[in-house]
Each structure stands twice: as structure tokens, then as C-alpha cells.
């Protein structure tokens, strides 16, 4: 029976049986021939999962649904890892769940070997004996696995071989029918429908993949409609782009599955295959989908794999074809255009050509050329069948480029006229469409743009090739151009720069014959260049001077040189620099001599160096490092060194310098400022005495900026330092003396500006030294009194000396001081006046004391004769009052008497009150002394005129010190000095049409009371005047002018003083009022 097994699995082999009915026979013979309960198939995957493929016995659909890892299984694992038959009695069901669930006493599990590879496992169960499995039954599984191991592997040899065979014919069948054409578009409508023919497919699609997702290519409708299958080719496109696009990242084809919304019933869910198909330009997705009845088995995977890779090559094939024609037409069309560009170097006719050409190629109604020139565009060229009339076009045109320019910088921009150029340019050109190449060297240099317009078909990507290729051409070509015309310009300017060389030059071949000679020698000998082409050398030279024995005077050596020669007729210098280049061709070694006159720069430099050698400041030339490079003999004199050589070996900072730092700090400054002027430096003689010196230096450097020497030149000033010293010790000594003299001294030019002022005018004259220095001397003097100077310099401008003039002089603090100055002129050589000297003394206080003394006496003087005249006006206006005062008291006298005699009375009183006021300013009435308070003086005095104060708007302010101390006087006396000060203010205010305003303080300083009156009325006109009987600045009847000289008197009286003086700068003037404080708070006032 087991012999009759093994021919059964050999009988099914030929009779066609597959792998799966070949492991159908094993489940049942094996079942059979070993009477178990069950026998049980794991296939083994690679992830050493089994899942369970075919049975026969107990529970076969529990076991159909069964998987497990392959180590969940003990004895399977061991079957397959030892790869031998292995079998198990007496099975524990712990131990072997697996086995446990089916009821299994006993086990056996048979490895499936094909092709050398274990591919699955065998599982036969017993469930009622527990030592039913022995070796021999093991040995007899171990031979039916390794018979089916075989059979499995011939069957699938030969399903393999019947796969090949079908796929071979359906593969020269497509490939045939794609090879019939080169045209892409039919190669891929072939496909589709051949595929689709092949599979029964219920549509194909063929996608190529894009920058902007997924495009169809081609459609084949098979168990749809055709209308059908594009809609639904156009859904899946956009809804399951990325789905299909992602298949593409494998090589193997892809079983998709979609949404039901997305297919509309065309296809059934998730029967479609997608494949890859790639070339060497393009990828692309083959999408076949199935009807719903159809099966995608593993054979057609793999055929569709296949179909898709000869797909690709011969896609492939026909884009290389397509290309290749492209290619050849383009190149043809260059190969014109680079003919025709290269045969013309002329810029204007090369661009013409290439324009039209360009225009031509591309089947364009409009072309314009615009080149850069330096930041601007200039168009060159403006073609158009239609006449252009409009002149401003061209510059317009190239503003619009350039505006382009700076939005992109794209090689090729095509598309609306108005959108590139702008709508105004564009309709003015009739241009609707351009297209726009941007021009560019191979250096990246920007050279400009060509433009094409109204072209007769849209642009296809060949064409921007040929675009981009015509760019290039363009590039080049136009490089070209502006080289060949550049080169001429060269060759042009060269010659003009040969011929304006003012030295003589001269080209001989190696014959020494002359082949080129510059106008500058021609005109020396008095020909014309090109009468001197093949003159020799020799003959060249005599023309001028006596023969020479040499071909060649120039061509000492064989080498490349730079010599003198001397003219033997005109004693001229010349220096010769010969070089040697190859000539053009086969002209040979060709040699230029370059004639530079040099005599004058000879007789320079025989001038330079006698005067180097003969000046008397020392020159030097110096290494940073401290080495002279070169001295000349006063330096070396300077330093007492015996020789220039003894000198120039000496090292600088240790033997010529004090400290090494000196040196250092030198070069730090030159290098620093790349020059020194008048730099004093002390420096040591060879015998080491010491020699004070002034430098002026600057560093040399080279090309990189680094100093390689100093240069400068050396004076010795020993002496002049000696004299220095000598003479700063004189002017300390002058000095000393003039600033601590009493006497204040001023020197002024004959200008009148003060040009030296002594410490005394600073110290003593109290001023300062702007105020005096640079200022004219005229401006310290009032100006009332200028003119008493301005004659006393001119008296000394004529050498007369001034003595004694007392002057008013404003200090530095606006007062005004008097002076006594002393005139002298002083000399210069010639004897002419060069300055003035003034010597000031300080008098202020002995005028003002001679002021007071002279105001007391003529006060005195008035007030004796004020007192006479008063005491005889008195006793006959008594008697003319009282006979006026009887008569018009008696009755019988007529009324106009009475009137009459009225008036008599009336001005008698006047003039009595007058003699009463001469009799108070003579001090005539006896004054009350007793201790009195100042501020309540003053209270009371302005309450007599409150009510005009306030009725005429006038502000009174009072700034009353609250302790004032007591002074000793008579309140009624003093009340009538403020009334008579205060009424004057009231009437200075009001004449000035603005609201008047009257200040009033007092202070108590030095043992005096001080009471201040200020306004803001109109001044004082003669403040000196003020004082004096009978002067009032007041119109005719107003005043009589003795209120303030009565007021001076009784504050005079009391031992005080009244001054007055204008507010300077505010308006207004102000009385201050000095009154001794009492004998017992004179001490604290002092203090307050």
C-alpha cells in the first residue's frame, strides 16, 4: 500500500495536478495509509509564520482558520529547524496546546523540502493510542514528504515553464504591436488596449505623473463604456492621486484598492492593479481594473510587471526617436544661424542677421534686438513686417526690459505682450504675445535680450530648447563680435600709443632689419616711417652719428637689457631697454629697442646729489631696524664721526639714541602719522656729548604698505635751545615784574587793540580777560569821554608821552570806575611807533570822595545864601499878608478890590510856603531826634497816597526786612524825604502810558539802613544832576527843584546818603536811601 501511495503522487504529477492538489492527495493518502485521526498542512512563510493550508480528519475548519508563530509549535519548530521527520507519544496537552485542542495522544510532523528549501510542514495526529508513532512509521513519512517535496517541485517546473511560454507570446504579440510605429501617443493607445484585451480588463489607463499631479495619456474601455471609463479615468486622477503616485516608489506592480464613491460602479472595490512605467524623461502609472467578476492572480502580477519594463523601453525608443529629430532640425537651423553669425564680425551687420534669422526660426511677425550698454539697455534693433513709425518705441522698449529685469531674471519668459511690457508699450508695438530670452556669456556677464512677438504658433518645450540653444549661439557669436571689435579698436589705439610714445623706438628682425619705427624717430631723422621699413640697423644708427661696427648698436648681449648709450654728435643720454618676442607666424624672434632720453634726468641727478652732499642740515636714509642706508656729510659732521662709512655702520638705537625706547617711540609716531614735522629729539655724538636736533621724516613704503625706510632730514639746534633757555629765563624775569607791580598795564598796536593785559588788570581792575585781550581800548572808556582818548593816542602815535588823564572806565561788572592813565609810545628798530603802553591807576574812591566834598561845599554855599535871602523876603511878606488880610476883612471896600486883593493873599501864602521850603533846605528848622522805625515810617507814608497809587493802577510792592533795626532821626523829616521820593516815582510811572509798578525794600548791612525805591518809569536823563537846588526835569510849574536837594540835605543831616542811578538794562531808575543804624543795634545790623 505504501508503494502504491508514491505512485499515486507520480500518477497526479502526470496527469497535470498543481501544488495545491498535490497537497490535497498528501492530506488524504497520508490519512489513509497511516490511519491516523488527522493529518494537517502548515505552509511556512519568510516571517516563520504557519498558516494553515489544507487537512484531512477531525476539526479541518477549525483548522483551516488556524496561524501560529513557528515556535509555538515545539515540534513542527524541530521538524523544520533539524530538517527531518520528528513524532511525539504521549503527549502532554499542556506542554502541546495546540495539539491538546484537537484531542491528540500522539504527533508527527514531516518537513516539505523543495528545491533545497523547507517550505512547509506535514502534522499527523493520533488521538487514541499514546505510543502509536514508532521509527518505521517515521521513515515512511520521512519518504512520502521527500516524493512530495519532489512532485511539488516538477509541478512547478512545468507551470513555471507553461507561464513563460504564455507570457513569451503575449510579450512578442504587445512588442510587435508597439514597435510598429515610433509616435508615442499611438504607442501608448496600443498599449492600453492591448493590456486590456489581455486581462478582459473592465478599463486601462495610462497616467503620466507631472508637477501638478497625474495626467491621462491614454484610456482603453473594455466591459465599460468608453465615454465611462474616461470619467472614471479623470476621477481617479484627482481624488486618488497620491494613492497611485506612491506606487510608483516600487518596481513590482500593486494591487489598489479604492473607495466605492470613487470608482461609480465602473470597477469592483478593490479589484485594479497599478504598475509602474518608467524612461529615462518620464514616469508614469498603468492602472487595470478589473469587472467585478474578475481574479487577479500571482501569474498576472507578474506578466503585467513585464509588460510594463518592454513598455517603458520602447517609450523610451520612441522619445530618443523624437528627440533625435528634434535635435537634427534644431541642429541643422544652428549650424545655418552659427554660418551665417560667424561669417559677419561687423557688429551692426552681425546683429541684423541674427535677428531676422532668430525671427525666422521661430516663425515670428516681430523680433527686437536690445544689448546692454554699461547699466542701460539700448535696442539695436527693431524689426517688424508692420513699419514702425514711432521713434520712441526703441527707448521705450529697452525701459521696459530693463523693468523686467529687476521683477525675474527667467533665460526664456513667454506669454501676454502686456503682461511682460506693460499694456501701453504693447499696444503701441501691435504686439499681442512675446517672447522674451535673456542673454547671458559663458562668464555669466548679462548681454541683453532678444525678443520675438506675434508668433505663428504657441511654443513647444523643443522650442524653448531651440531658444535656450539660440542664446548660447547669440552669447558666443556676440562675444565674438565685441571682441573682433575691441581687437581693432586695440590694434587702432595701439598704434596711435606707438606713435605718440614720445621715446624712440625701433622693431628689427634677426637680420637687424628694421620693421617698424614710431613717429617720434622718424621725426628725429626727417623721414617718414615707412621710408625706414628694411633699413639694417647699422645704416639706421649713421643717420645720425658715425658709423658703428655692430649690425646692431643696441644688441650688446644676447640678453634682455637695459643700458646707456651715448650719441657720439649730439652728447644726448639715452637709456636702452631692449626685450625680444616671438613674431607672428613664421616672422621669427623679433627685438624692440626703446631709446628714453635721460640727459636731463642725469643732470638732475648730478644736481641732486651735489646738493645732498653740500647742504648743511644733515639728510639720512634709515632702516626701520636701525641701520643707515645713506647720511651725507653734514650729518656726518653733526654726530662727529670721521667718516660716512664709520656712520653708516652704527647701530642707530643704542649708539646714536639716549634710551632704545626713544627710538621706539619714533617709529611708532612715523608709522603711526607716515611723517613727523619739527620732532625735537636729543641724540648722542660719537664722543657722547649731547646734541639737540629737529627732525622732519617721513616713511617709505613698498607696494603691500609695509615701511621699508625713513627718510628726513636733521638740524641741530643745540644753540638755539641755549638762546631758548636764555630767553624764557628773561621773559619769566619781565614777567614776574609786571605782574606783581601795583600799577595796572595794557599794550595796545596802533590799531587800538589791546594785545597784553598784567595780572593787575585781572586781580585789581576786576575785569576779565576776554573783555580785554583782542579788544580795542576805546571800548573800556564811556562814551562820553571816548574822545578825550582817541586825542591822547594820537598824541602818542606822534611820539608824545600822556600823563595823568583821568578817564571813566566800565569794569567788567558794568560799573564804572575812574582811572588815571599814563601814555607811552614804544618803538621798533626804526624808530617808528610799533605800540602803546598804558599804565592805569585805580582812583574811583578818591573822585568819589572829591565828588562829596565839592557837592557839600556848594550845598553849604547855597544853603548860606538860600538862608539870607529868605530871612529878608520873610519880614516883607509878613507886613504885605497881614495889611491884604485886613483890607479884605473891612467891608467898604468895593468886591473887585476884594478879588484883587484875594489873589494878593493867596500868592503871598505861595511864596510864604516857598521861603518855608528855603528855610527847611538851609536847615533852618530844628530837627526832633529820637529812635524811629523805618518800615512804619514808610507804612504810614504810603497810606498818604494810596488812593492815587491804586485809583491809577499803579502796583506797589514791598520787600520790608521784619527786624529792621531802630535808628536814631526825625520821623517827620524822613517821612517828607520818602513822600518826595515816592511822588516822583507816582509822576515817572504815569508819564510812560504803561501800568506802573513801584518797588520798596529795606535791609540793614555794614550798620547802615538801606531803603530802596525802584520803578519802571522812563530814567533819569542826568542822574549827577539830580540833587542840585532849582534842577527838575519837569515841565514850567510843576515843580520848583528843590525836593531833592531838600531830601539830600536831611538824610545828610542824619548822617546818611542818597544816591540814584538808572535800572541799566530794565526801565525805570532807583533811589537808595542810607541811614545809620542806632548806636545799640548798629553791631546786629552789621550782622543781618
Known sequence: MFQQTLLQFSAAVADGADFSALIRLFCRSAKDLFEVSGVYYWDLKENERLDAVDAEGRMVAEFLQASLQLDESAVANEAVTSRRTVYVNELDADRYPMAGRFGARAMLAAPLVVAGEVIGVGVLLHDSDPNFFTDDLAAKATILAAQLGTMAEIARLRESSLEERERAVHLVELTH???????????????????????????????????????????????????????????????????????????????????????????AFGDAVAVRIRTARREGVLLVCFPPDGKVSGRDFRLLGSLANIAGLILANAELYSTTEQHRNRAENLVKLGLELSSSLNLPEFVKKFTLRAAEMLDAHAAALVLAQGPSLETVLLHDEREVTDRALPRRLSQALVELGHAQRAPVSAGSAAELLGAGLA????????????????????????????????????????????????????????????????????????????????????????????????????????????????????????????????????????????????????????????????????????????????????????????????????????????????????????????????????????????????????????MVRNYQEVLRRKDGTLVHTLQNSFAVRDAGGKVTQYRGMILDITELKTFQSQLLHERDFNSKILNNTQSMILVSDTAGLISYANRRCFEAGGFKESELLGNRLLDLVEPSRRNNLTDALESVMSGQQVDNLELPIRRGSEKVGHFSMNLSPMRDEQGNVSSIVVVMTDITDAALLNAKLMHAEKMAAVGQLVSGVAHEVNNPLTAILGFADLLVQQEDIPESAKKDLAVIVQESQRTRQIVQNLLSFARQMPAERKAIDINAILRRTLQLRAYDLSSHGIDVVERCQPDLPAIVGDAHQLQQVFLNIINNAYDAVRETGRRGAIEISTSASNGMADIAFSDNGSGIAQPDRIFDPFFTTKEVGKGTGLGLSICYGIVHEHGGEITCQNNGERPGATFIVRLPLSAGKAAAGGQA
Open 427 to 674: 499696444a503701441s508695438l501691435g504686439w499681442n504675445d512675446a517672447c522674451i530670452v535673456r542673454l547671458a556669456a559663458a562668464s555669466e556677464e548679462f548681454l541683453g535680450y532678444l525678443c520675438l512677438a506675434e508668433l505663428r504658433r504657441p511654443l513647444s518645450p523643443a522650442d524653448y530648447e531651440l531658444l535656450r540653444a539660440i542664446s548660447g549661439h547669440i552669447s558666443v557669436a556676440l562675444e565674438n563680435s565685441r571682441l573682433f571689435t575691441r581687437i581693432a579698436q586695440s590694434n587702432k589705439q595701439w598704434a596711435e600709443i606707438f606713435d605718440a610714445i614720445s621715446d624712440f623706438i625701433v622693431v628689427h628682425d634677426e637680420s637687424n632689419r628694421v620693421l617698424r619705427v614710431n613717429r617720434s624717430l622718424a621725426e628725429f631723422i626727417g623721414v617718414r616711417p615707412p621710408e625706414l621699413i628694411g633699413v639694417g640697423m647699422r645704416a639706421l644708427v649713421s643717420i645720425t652719428a658715425e658709423a658703428n661696427a655692430l649690425p646692431c648698436p643696441f644688441c650688446r648681449s644676447g640678453m634682455e637689457t637695459a643700458d646707456e648709450y651715448i650719441h657720439p654728435v649730439l652728447e644726448r643720454t639715452y637709456l636702452v631697454s631692449t626685450s625680444r618676442m616671438r613674431g607672428a607666424l613664421n616672422e621669427g624672434t623679433q627685438t624692440i629697442h626703446v631709446l628714453k632720453d635721460i640727459t636731463d634726468r642725469r643732470e638732475v641727478e648730478r644736481r641732486y646729489r651735489e646738493l645732498f652732499d653740500n647742504t648743511q642740515e644733515g639728510i639720512f636714509f634709515s632702516s626701520p631696524e636701525g641701520r643707515f642706508i645713506e647720511v651725507n656729510d653734514a650729518l656726518v659732521r653733526m654726530l662727529g664721526y670721521s667718516s660716512r662709512q664709520e656712520l653708516l655702520e652704527i647701530d642707530v638705537p643704542t649708539r646714536l639714541y639716549l634710551q632704545p625706547e626713544d627710538r621706539q617711540r619714533f617709529r611708532q609716531l612715523i608709522e603711526e602719522r607716515g
Open 177 to 267: 504591436a508597439l514597435q510598429s510605429g515610433l509616435d508615442a501617443g499611438k504607442i501608448m493607445a496600443t498599449l492600453v488596449h492591448r493590456v486590456c484585451a489581455l486581462f478582459g480588463a473592465a478599463s486601462v489607463i495610462l497616467y503620466s505623473c507631472e508637477k501638478d499631479g497625474l495626467q491621462t495619456k491614454a484610456v482603453a474601455a473594455g466591459a465599460v463604456p468608453e465615454p465611462l471609463a474616461i470619467a472614471h479615468a479623470e476621477t481617479l486622477a484627482h481624488a486618488a492621486a497620491a494613492k497611485l503616485i506612491a506606487t510608483t516608489a516600487s518596481e513590482l506592480p500593486a494591487a489598489i484598492r479604492f473607495d466605492a464613491a470613487l470608482h461609480g460602479g465602473v470597477v
